[in-house]
DNA sequence: AATCGCGCCTGACGGC
DNA sequence: TGCCGTCAGGCGCGAT
């Protein structure tokens, strides 16, 4: 799935193909997806010259003269860079067609992915505007989540997920995080010391531009791969290795739910 | 203000 | 083999 590394390596691949390039149609095939595809977007789209492509969290930003299309892949959203021609398949619900005869394809086949339109300031945007810092820029640190963290009573793990918290920290990269941590996934955030946070919030940043270092090498042929499955699968320590050994200190990996969301961690190196 | 649970949706998987 | 129930999961939203 999609977590803040896969949507940086779709952001880097995409981008190429647009950078001044014009949006000569939109094809909607399917327009329900999280939120139906506006007809705002689907008019006001086409004709438009994209000037730069940025993320923010796990949205992606198309910036055009009139306005800028917010793009989020959801769950099991692809982007891929083909000719405008290319066959659609199932679950392709949309192109962004570009001059020069290639589209920007959209496939999602669960559809909790994400098209807007906005005019006016997309920092400003209602989905935007409250979101936490970036974990792999400036003004994320342990002290700044320590300063947050205060009298919070919210397990851990649900705290570094929250994006207004922080953006960008999936159900995968925060229990790699944790453990790198060595923190309990459980454990109230506010009983977490800056010490703790210290070290959490340089596991995040390492976590995350691992991921997207090894996201890197599938950039080459972006338009032509779904972005391969699983290439981060190898690296990880805890995730989806509930009964495996820890490599840290031989325990057994545990799983439970938190939050609705399912948690891995060695119960007997994270406390 | 913080927290919790819901719902959107499909494919994979296990049980019968 | 096929049918059906369950689970997974990002994240905004409404309720508490």
Sequence with gaps: MPELPEVETARRGIEPHLLKHAVT?????????????????IESLPGQRIDSVTRRGKYLLLHSP????????????????????????KHDHLDI???????????????????????GNPAQHKLLRS???????GHFDGDYLFAKA???KVAIKNFIMNSHIVVGVGNIYASEALFLARIHPQRAAGKVSRER?????????????????????TLRDFSR??????????????????????????????????GQRSTYYCPKCQT
């Design 225 to 258: 791969t779904d972005g391969e499955p699983g290439y981060f699968r190898q690296h990880l320590r805890v995730y989806d290795r509930e009964g495996k050994t820890c490599e840290r200190c031989g325990g057994s990996i545990r799983s439970r739910v938190t």
């Design 25 to 41: 149609a939109v094809v909607v095939r399917n327009r329900n997806l999280r939120w139906p595809v506006s007809r705002s977007l």
């Design 197 to 217: 946070y210290q070290a959490l919030a340089k596991a995040i940043r390492k976590v995350l531009n691992a991921a997207i270092k090894a996201g890197g090498t």
């Design 150 to 152: 205060r009298r919070r």
């Design 66 to 89: 009139a306005g800028t299309a917010i793009l989020h892949l959801g769950m099991s959203g692809s982007l891929r860079v083909l000719p405008a021609d290319t066959l659609a398949e």
């Design 131 to 137: 979101l936490g810092p970036e974990p792999l820029e």
């Design 97 to 119: 067609v570009l001059d020069g005869g290639r589209a920007l394809r959209l496939r999602d086949p669960r559809r909790f992915g994400t098209l807007l339109w906005t005019t």
